[in-house]
């Protein structure tokens, strides 16, 4: 089984998919990272020269090639019991081309739901590096992040696990998600 981490940006999945790997001894990817590698440009550099309806159809190919990366190989049995990988999101993937619905059917997603005052204070430190982000002042950044995340959270909510404690510690964290396995 394949873990995605999903949520806003800022929430903590990359942070979340190195402790899992980590202490899981499994590989994780990070979506942007891995669209980075594969077209030589950062993020900003894609929404910038493709624009962001590209920019989706980009992730949403990257998400089903990182998948069978990962899964190819594996027998049907392990396929569904055993944490083969996990694979961060950004932040919209679930929102776009019926990502979120392609991830239910192969494997387990999980939100990661940190107060939105959590996401806000990490945002204002990072924003820069977020195209989505890079041009709001610090009090249009919490109405922009208000307003996307009412209008992200119906899929957001698709999830078939939350995680919503901004402090969860990496076995807590994996506990819930030994427990959420037979959601998949
Ligand atoms: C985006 C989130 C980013 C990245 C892109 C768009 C979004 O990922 O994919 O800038 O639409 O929320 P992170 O959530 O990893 O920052």
New binding site residues.
């Given amino acids: 089984m394949i873990v995605f981490l999903i949520?806003?940006?800022?929430?903590g999945?990359?942070f979340y998919a190195k402790g899992l790997s980590g202490f899981l001894h499994i590989p994780f990817v990070?979506?942007?990272q891995f669209?980075e590698k594969e077209h030589g440009m950062t993020?900003?550099e894609i929404?910038e020269k493709m624009g962001e309806p590209s920019?989706r159809q980009l992730?949403s190919s990257a998400i089903k090639q990182v998948y069978a990366d990962i899964i190819t190989g594996t027998p049907e049995s392990q396929k569904k019991n055993d944490i083969l990988g996990i694979i961060?999101?950004?932040?919209?993937?679930p929102?776009f081309n019926e990502n979120m619905e392609w991830m239910n059917l192969h494997g387990l997603t999980v939100w990661i739901n940190p107060p939105e005052d959590i996401i806000v204070e990490r945002l204002v430190k990072e924003k820069t590096?977020?195209?989505?982000l890079a041009s709001l002042s610090a009090s249009a950044l919490r109405n922009f992040i208000h307003e996307?995340m009412v209008e992200?959270k119906p899929y957001y909510e698709k999830a078939k696990s939350m995680i919503s404690n901004p402090n969860i510690p990496i076995d807590e964290f994996i506990n819930t998600i030994q427990h959420a396995k037979n959601l998949f």
């Fill in positions: 949520g806003f940006m800022g929430s999945k990359s990070d979506l942007d669209i993020i900003s929404f920019f992730e961060s999101c950004g932040g919209g993937t929102c590096t977020r195209p989505l996307k992200r």
